[in-house]
């Protein structure tokens, strides 16, 4: 196949300006765009220059409709209300939309699934192929360990994240309820203060940190009577995210129109 087309959302940001470097540097992709909010600062700058990965000759835009009309593939870091809006774009051009964007509301879902009958749509709280293979093991241990453990999932990332719990963790606790057979969403436990009483069988805890520069770390606790065990992931550099975001945008180019995830892209379903 030829160069994928490529376009990048979210230009500015930590994770735009790495995915713009990884694009341009990858062998079978072509940035052609770069977009980010309207009446942002980096507007018009070479998307290269900005990535500090050299001169591509690729303004950052505002204009996602123009942006997107010559494309094959958007891959999309950002924030909930843009990744929706940039969804409806998608589906019109049929093209490939990667989200790694965080913090989407349970009713979103319903957007994806009727924009996943007209594009390709890799979703995941995380791209990493790292965290997606420890979603599989929570999963595995989850079920064979059954209400006996408790699962308690608690993350850290740097100060400027802006949504808690993060995608990932709750990856994992979806990952862990699965395991069980049970609903995240009515069995999961965010905060606790004050005095709570006993832990209730069977649900799912999560404790959130934030500060500094940190990447990503995220422990899946299962303890039992006696024993306990973690398993964990640590993000080193953004470089693990970038990379599974461009092998979601490949692997789903021939695939027909869908909402995809990243174990379908690594073959672990």
Same mark, same amino acid.
């Given at each position: 196949?030829?160069e994928l087309?490529t376009?990048?959302a979210?230009?500015?940001g930590?994770?735009g @300006?790495?995915?713009? +470097?990884a694009?341009l540097a990858?062998?079978e992709l072509?940035l $052609?765009?770069a977009?980010?909010r309207?009446?942002?600062?980096?507007v018009?700058q070479d998307?290269g220059?900005l990535?500090g990965?050299?001169e591509?000759g690729?303004? $950052?835009?505002d204009?996602?409709i123009?942006?997107?009309?010559?494309?094959?593939a958007?891959?999309?870091?950002?924030?909930?209300d843009?990744s929706?809006a940039?969804?409806?774009?998608a589906a019109?051009?049929?093209i490939?939309h990667?989200?790694?964007?965080?913090?989407? +509301?349970?009713?979103?879902e319903?957007k994806?699934?009727?924009a996943?009958?007209?594009?390709?749509?890799?979703?995941?709280g995380?791209m990493? $192929?790292?965290?997606n293979?420890?979603a599989?093991?929570?999963?595995?241990?989850?079920a064979?360990?059954?209400?006996?453990?408790?699962?308690?999932?608690?993350e850290?990332?740097?100060r400027?994240?802006?949504?808690?719990p993060?995608?990932?963790a709750l990856?994992l606790?979806e990952?862990a309820a699965?395991g069980?057979g049970?609903a995240?969403a009515?069995n999961?436990v965010?905060v606790r203060?004050?005095h709570t009483?006993p832990?209730p069988?069977?649900?799912?805890?999560?404790?959130?940190l934030?500060?500094g520069?940190?990447?990503g770390?995220?422990?899946?606790?299962?303890a039992?009577?006696?024993?306990w065990?973690?398993?964990a992931h640590?993000?080193?550099?953004?470089?693990i995210y970038t990379?599974?975001?461009l @092998?979601?945008?490949?692997w789903?180019?021939? @695939? @027909?129109?869908?909402?995809y995830?990243m174990a379908?892209?690594?073959g672990?379903?």
């Open positions: 196949m030829a087309r376009v990048v979210g230009a500015s930590r994770m @300006k790495a995915l713009l +470097a694009t990858h062998p072509k $052609v765009g977009l980010e309207e009446g942002a600062e980096t018009g998307a220059l990535a990965a050299g591509a690729v303004a $950052v835009s204009d996602p123009e942006v997107l009309a010559h494309c094959d958007l891959i999309d870091f950002t924030l909930p843009a929706l940039l969804l409806e774009l019109q051009a049929r490939v990667v989200i790694g964007t965080t913090g989407f +509301a349970p009713e979103d319903t994806f699934r009727a996943a009958r007209h594009c390709r749509i890799v979703k995941s995380n990493s $192929v790292g965290v293979l420890v599989g093991l929570v999963r595995r241990a989850a064979a360990l059954g209400p006996d453990f408790d699962i308690e999932i608690l850290m990332h740097h400027h994240k802006v949504d808690a993060s995608g990932t990856l606790g990952a699965e069980r049970i995240l009515e999961a965010r203060d004050g009483g832990r069988e069977g649900k799912i805890g999560f404790a959130t934030r500060g520069s940190v990447v770390e995220h422990s899946v606790i299962l039992g009577e006696g024993e065990i973690e398993i640590h993000a080193l550099d953004r470089s990379r599974g975001a @092998k979601a945008a490949l789903a180019f021939d @695939k @027909k129109p869908g909402l995830h379908d892209v690594l672990l379903h």
